[in-house]
């Protein structure tokens, strides 16, 4: 069974298009016991969608695809709170040390 581990809500601007409720119920209609919503440089869509997973019945997968110091990209997934919080501080720390020009 395929599962959706790299989609992108339209918090991510310029790359994702669908709201982060659409994800969950288009997994639902599909059928995928989960998927994953990794918004670029922030979990900005994380509430939003796995509010809309958890009553669809699909297991939300939570993530951030970061960009790295050389603008490669890396794809990050959490498996539980304490992964979240990693995430979280990783962000944080990404962002106070990048200059303005390259914030997200």
Known sequence: MFIELH?????????????????????ERLGMP????????GVYGAPRFTRAA?????????????????GSRLPLLVE?????????RLITRLKLGAPKAVRA
């Open 34 to 41: 989960a998927v994953a919503l990794v918004d670029r440089d």
């Open 80 to 88: 539980d709170r304490e992964g979240y919080q990693n995430l979280c």
């Open 54 to 70: 958890l009553d669809a019945g699909v297991r939300p997968i939570i993530g951030s695809e970061i960009t790295l110091a050389d």
């Open 7 to 27: 989609a992108q809500s339209a918090f991510s601007f310029l790359e994702g298009a669908a709201e982060p409720e659409a994800f969950a119920a288009e997994a």
